[in-house]
């Protein structure tokens, strides 16, 4: 059996203070330079984090700036990994609105920060525990297209 190499961890710790969400996004683009993500890709993993952030920042930690939130970034040879963490108590999953494309769901003004995640990531998962809530979302490299080569 082959052993896969030792995945890099970036760990980043900020105060809950929505300004410093650019401060992430800016962490979140040079990590999917170094995965060597696609614009696509790179778009698609930048405006999830940034809305896990939020959602840490605005309903976990309820914008308290002497509470950190935590953002971990685990690169894999196939798959980069981001684990959202605030110290909110979390919330009911069964609550959130099934469809927030359907009519009757257009104008809310929350809800769609999760349905932007589960779009653009190939995982989303929420975990709930007394040290708070953390979420984990997974985007996997984008397959290249393999050629034969004449030899």
């Known amino acids: 059996m082959v052993d896969s190499p030792t995945p890099d961890v970036i760990l980043l710790r900020l105060p809950s203070r929505l300004e410093l969400l650019a401060v992430l996004d800016r962490v979140t683009l040079a990590v999917c330079e170094r995965m060597e993500f696609d614009d696509d890709t790179t778009s698609q993993v930048s ?50 609105p099934i469809d927030v494309t359907s009519p009757e769901h257009l104008f ?10 589960k779009s653009c990531c190939d995982g989303v998962d929420f975990r709930f525990g007394d040290g708070g809530t953390s979420c984990l979302l997974v985007k996997h490299r984008p397959q290249v297209e393999s050629r034969a080569v004449d030899a």
């Open 47 to 96: 405006m999830s984090v940034i809305e896990a952030g939020t959602n840490a920042v605005q309903h976990g930690n309820k914008q308290d700036a002497s509470k950190d939130f935590e953002v971990k970034f685990t690169l894999h040879p196939d798959r980069l990994e981001v684990a959202v963490h605030d110290q909110g108590k979390g919330f009911d999953l069964a609550n959130l």
């Open 108 to 117: 809310d003004m929350r809800g769609r920060g999760i349905f932007i995640m």
